[in-house]
């Protein structure tokens, strides 16, 4: 799901942040591939019965997966901010010249 693109050097000229996000998000997506990897039971997103001494693992690696999802998205969504930013300011400079 990993959707947030490698910044290029010059785009941290400005806003340096983007390199710690994009690595940010490409551990999320490693860790939610890892999660799926040990309990595959995650995949079928199904959550075992409380008997199964192993539910609570699963739980909380659904948990995990779930919230990793929501902070990809929130990566994403920031960096589709920026480049609006980047944009504007473009745009403001061409008009100025």
Do not use: C, F
């Amino acid at each position: 799901m990993r959707q947030t693109k490698n910044p290029e050097p010059h785009d941290l000229t400005y806003t340096p942040e983007l390199a710690i996000l994009a690595t940010l998000d490409a551990v999320l997506e490693i860790a939610a591939s890892a999660l799926m990897s040990a309990h595959p039971q995650l995949s079928a997103r199904t959550i075992p019965l409380h008997t199964d001494p192993q539910a609570s693992l699963v739980w909380i690696g659904n948990t995990i997966i779930s919230e990793a999802r929501l902070l990809q998205h929130s990566v994403q969504m920031y960096n589709e901010a920026v480049d609006l930013v980047h944009e504007a300011a473009a745009d403001e400079m061409e008009q100025e010249n």
